[in-house]
Nanobody, 121 residues
Framework: QLQLVESGGGLVQPGGSLRLSCAAS????????IGWFRQAPGKEREGVSC????????TYADSVKGRFTISRDNAKKTVYLEMNSLKPEDTADYYC??????????????WGQGTQVTVSS
């Protein structure tokens, strides 16, 4: 079955960096758009970044542009989210998700279990 597993979350100080990983299994990753989403306590889930199957197209939310970078290694069946210059407002549970329907936030139809990121001094 289609499965995504996130890792790499943790506690980091403001201004620090983390790299999240999303490991895929049970399907041919190459064909799928993969997105990263986050949900902070008491807030709605928001789309953070998305990457096309071959990595040639990427999308970022305005709040993370210039700080976060999405990438993928289809041979390793893994998608990454490099997060730099982290701010306390980046604190959230981060999820990766997959779809065949392009980088449209409402079109993702299978999800990982999430990894927690806390930005605090």
């Amino acid at each position: 079955q289609l499965q995504l597993v996130e890792s790499g979350g943790g506690l980091v100080q403001p201004g620090g960096s983390l790299r999240l990983s999303c490991a895929a299994s049970g399907f041919a990753l190459d064909y799928y758009f993969i997105g990263w989403f986050r949900q902070a306590p008491g807030k709605e889930r928001e789309g953070v970044s998305c990457i096309s199957g071959n990595g040639g197209s990427t999308t970022y939310a305005d709040s993370v542009k210039g700080r976060f970078t999405i990438s993928r290694d289809n041979a390793k069946k893994t998608v990454y989210l490099e997060m730099n210059s982290l701010k306390p407002e980046d604190t959230a549970d981060y999820y990766c998700a997959g779809t065949l329907m392009g980088c449209h936030w409402g079109k993702f139809n299978f999800w990982g279990q999430g990894t927690q990121v806390t930005v605090s001094s």
